[in-house]
């Protein structure tokens, strides 16, 4: 199939574009930019007048639920979510049921994928045996099946003798390594940031500290393993601080946020909201004022989306009993614009954060436009705005803090090696 | 994304009490006026008035607490409710049925009021959200939240001993952490006027910046008592005695535990409350708790009354 | 239209009591109006007994109408009730609802031996098969108005008279 993209404002990142170009398409790749090549015959012309033409995006924290998981989501009903949002890289947590340690489960959980011809999946294979942080997994195999990068799930860190050796064996091999920063025995039962929010609902804490500690140990770890890492969905000024000195002194660290951390505050849990039930925890709003900036230093590399669709009778709960995690792979993109608008960026600045930039932290070719390159594509128009609604979002989550709100941003089509794989 | 107090409809009116946070003073005043002609029925002949005839109330405790249920199945049956007590704890929600399950079933049995005790913070609004419109939900302890009619009653009983809120200085002492108590008493000490509320604790007891609720902060019994009008103790709950936030009792009681000594510190006129069940000889001397600065009986009695207020507030206040 | 003097109807009331005195009365007046005509006979007759007050707003039959009153006062009976004569005394005689609640918690304090009814004003209307025994004045009034005793920072009672469909 031959594509032609006329009219459309490009935006590459990556090679510092920001033009009306068209941009034509064969056999999955990009052939052309700008004029047209010798006897280009397009069996499919899309006029992107008014709209944005950019790299498909790339997530690095897409639950897709399978192993394991189907009763809060399906690969088929989050993958199409991905498209619909314009995604289509995704890094998946390695946190299913069985968990992502043997090669067997990484290749089916591909296979499946595949199979979808939607978004590419990559998944984290997990650090150490069924997470448990005792024994190291065989990542050199895991790797072969297709995990390009390692991590642990959510908040369990192994104990520090085995996190080291699990870095030093992983950069034996030039693996990175993913990590969340909890230290779990500050965290407990906490559901909460530790802070007025908490003390006048009565909620159990997470204190910053549990996450500034961790970061303090993985450093250090970095220093003496030489491994590569990144720190998932940071939450804390201070633990920001520490890692911009850290990258300062040349360490190979990088880091993400994710859009709830973005754009909320514990102030938004409100009268119990679930939704607002996060890991991290939603902190105060002198914390996401800094995360806002510290996407602007540069000191974090990306803007994850942290989809974690839970079912609706998991949030019908007291909050501290309720699943954690919100929906969000198809807010992504609208966020992301949201929080550039907010403050003041160009669109090619905004967008590498979650094009380029992932991509890069990913390890991955994607995330860029330039020619040859496979032609995952996002279109979308930047004044379009959308009310977030059950019915709007495709995820079988429904869980959102940012239910009922307007949001910036509407992908109208999505193309995955050439092929239009959303369309609205 | 805050939607407006749950408690009240659009037009201002309690249709249900889940905490006295965000509460006007006169809805609290008038819930403590309406409990002063209640106090007169528990003092007569026939203990009951018909106002509540034919309604149904339903005490859901998910945790279990004969006290408190107790007082209030005897405000319900003076006010000539028919009462229903499920022990949640030990029923549905060990066969898997959630919470919001047992609720609309018992809404399904025509219920008028649920009075909801559970241990997590926040279960209270979740029922008031997802009740149908004509039930009334209190909350009678959730988690570490709330306990708004506990923290009505000392309100009331406050009033009858001291008169004005205007001129006194509180203190309540003990674990303010863990206690949904102390959190609904400061909100309604706050929301009345008084001037000076104070908070006496070890740092293991105190949550992150509680100051921001409007409360003066001492670790210190001698400094925290002094000009003192009203003692407020809570509770500790035995868990808490030994292990990360206590070393022991008998520390705690050296340290915060209320003896004649340390009371004789406060105002002497200073009357001393606790919501009991009292932990003498860790909390509190038995010599205070039965001394003549003692409210805490009297506090038992204006708590039916409060929650007989309270109940027919609710229930006279149409969707 | 002319309303008749309040003060005018309370003489011929606490006349029409005093030539029956033969019995010892309790008087127990209602909220509000009752309360304050309640006082002003207990002085005027010279009783000896304690005057008793009813806030019968717990014994409303239309409490799943209305709710509750916003300001309830307590009810306060400082004798016993058990074998004694009472005379209730409200203002106005209507329907005979408030009468019925009066009466009903009344029996909630003791079994009295007997009760009677004094009315400042019966303005007809009936609901209930109530009766007052001492009537100061009898009035026609529209049934869409209301009418109300008032009483002024020097005591004097006085009568105002409302349309039902306005608020107070």
């Not at chain 1, 089916?108 to 978004?119: D, G, P």
């Amino acid at each position: 199939m031959k594509i032609h993209i006329k009219n459309g404002r490009l935006i590459d990142p990556k090679n510092g574009i920001d033009a009306v170009q068209d941009i034509f398409i064969a056999k999955g790749k990009i052939v052309a930019i700008g004029a047209a090549p010798d006897e280009f015959q397009a069996s499919r012309v899309i006029d992107a007048q008014s709209l944005v033409v950019c790299p498909g995006l790339v997530d690095l924290s897409v639950r897709l639920r399978e192993p394991g998981l189907e009763y809060m989501a399906t690969l088929e009903s989050e993958m199409a979510a991905a498209v619909a949002g314009g995604v289509t890289s995704i890094a998946c947590p390695p946190d299913t049921d069985p968990p992502l340690d043997e090669p067997g489960l990484v290749e089916m959980l591909k296979h499946r994928a595949k199979s979808l011809h939607q978004a590419h999946v990559y998944p984290i294979g997990a650090l150490t045996q069924g997470l448990k942080g005792e024994r190291l997994t065989e990542m050199a195999e895991l790797n072969d099946a297709g995990c390009v990068v390692f991590g642990q799930s959510d908040g369990l860190l192994p104990n520090l003798r085995v996190l080291m050796q699990a870095m030093l064996y992983a950069s034996t091999f030039g693996f990175s390594v993913w990590l969340r920063p909890q230290e779990i025995t500050l965290t407990g039962d906490g559901v909460a940031h530790d802070g007025e929010v908490a003390t006048r609902l009565g909620l159990l804490t997470v204190p910053v500290c549990a996450e500034t500690i961790a970061i303090g140990n993985i450093i250090l770890l970095t220093k003496e393993t030489g491994v590569r890492v990144h720190l998932c969905r940071i939450s804390s000024a201070e633990g920001l601080a520490m890692i911009r000195t850290a990258r300062q002194q040349g360490l190979p660290i990088t880091c993400d946020v994710s859009i709830n951390h973005l754009h909320l505050s514990d102030m938004d849990i409100g009268f119990f909201d679930s939704n607002c039930h996060l890991m991290p925890p939603l902190r105060s709003s002198s914390d996401r004022d800094a995360l806002r900036h510290g996407l602007l230093d540069g000191t974090i590399g990306a803007i994850c989306s942290d989809h974690a669709p839970v079912d609706e009778d998991a949030k019908l709960l007291p909050f501290g009993q309720s699943e954690v995690g919100a929906t969000g792979v198809e807010l992504l993109l609208p966020l992301t614009l949201k929080w550039g608008t907010e403050m003041r960026l160009p669109l090619l600045n905004v967008l590498s954060k979650i094009t380029s930039d992932p991509a890069r932290i990913l390890g991955i070719d994607a995330g860029h436009l330039s020619l040859g390159s496979a032609a995952d594509i996002c279109i979308f128009d930047p004044d379009h705005y959308w009310k977030v609604t059950s019915s709007a979002i495709l995820s079988q989550g429904k869980n959102t803090p940012f239910m009922g709100m307007e949001i910036p941003g509407g992908v109208k089509y999505t193309l995955v090696n050439g092929h239009i794989v959303y369309e609205h | 994304m805050i939607n407006r107090n749950p408690q009240l409809d659009e037009n201002g009116v309690l249709q249900h009490l889940l905490t006295t946070e965000g509460l006007p003073a006169s809805v609290l005043l008038h819930i403590l006026d309406t409990a002063e002609s209640f106090v007169g029925v528990t003092e007569r002949d026939v203990k009951k008035i018909p106002l509540l005839r034919g309604k149904s109330i339903f005490n859901l405790f998910f945790e279990p607490s004969t006290r408190t249920r107790t007082t209030f199945e005897i405000a319900a049956k003076r006010l000539s409710a028919d009462v229903f007590n499920l022990n949640i704890a030990v029923s549905a929600q060990s066969k898997g049925e959630t919470l919001l399950d047992t609720v609309n079933n018992l809404s399904a049995m025509n219920a008028d009021m649920f009075v909801v005790r559970h241990a997590q913070s926040g279960a209270a609004h979740l029922i008031a959200k997802h009740v149908q419109a004509d039930i009334h939900v209190i909350n009678a302890g959730d988690g570490s939240h709330a306990h708004p009619t506990q923290a009505l009653l000392d309100m009331f009983t406050i009033r009858r001993y001291k008169r004005d809120f205007r001129n006194l200085r509180v203190a309540i002492i003990g674990d303010i952490l863990h206690s949904r108590v102390a959190r609904s008493q400061i909100h309604a000490l706050t929301t009345l006027g008084v001037p000076e509320v104070r908070v006496i604790a070890p740092k293991t007891l105190l949550p992150k910046m509680v100051e921001r609720l409007g409360v003066h902060v001492y670790h210190d019994m001698a400094k925290g008592l002094k000009d003192i009008d009203v003692l407020m103790m809570l509770r500790l709950q035995n868990e808490r005695m030994k292990g990360a936030n206590l070393p022991s009792p008998e520390e705690y009681f050296k340290y915060y535990g209320l003896t004649p000594e340390k009371l004789s510190l406060a105002r002497r006129d200073a009357i001393v409350m606790h919501p009991g069940p009292m932990n003498r000889g860790v909390e509190i001397d038995s010599e205070v708790a039965d001394g003549k600065q003692s409210v805490i009986l009297p506090q038992v009695t204006f708590g039916i009354a409060v929650r007989m207020a309270v109940m027919s507030i609710l229930a006279g206040n149409q969707v | 239209m002319q309303l008749p003097d309040a003060e005018k109807a309370f003489d011929s009331l606490a006349k029409k009591i005093q030539a029956d005195a033969n019995k010892d009365f309790t008087l127990v007046g209602i909220h509000t109006g009752g309360v304050w005509l309640a006082e002003r006979l207990h002085q005027a007759l010279g009783i000896k007994q304690p005057l008793g007050t009813l806030d019968v707003a717990f014994y409303r039959d239309d409490f799943d109408k209305i709710g509750l009153h916003p300001q309830v006062k307590p009810s306060e009976i400082p004798f016993a009730v058990e074998g004694a004569h009472i005379l209730l005394v409200d203002d106005v005689l209507q329907t005979g609802r408030t009468i019925r609640a009066a009466i009903n918690e009344l029996f909630d304090y003791g079994r009295p031996a007997s009760i009677s009814f004094a009315a400042l004003v019966d303005r007809g209307g009936r609901e209930l098969p109530i009766a007052a025994q001492y009537t100061g004045i009898m009035l026609e009034l529209p049934a869409d108005k209301m009418l109300e005793l008032k009483c002024g920072k020097n005591g004097k009672l006085s009568f105002h008279l409302y349309d039902k469909s306005l608020p107070e």
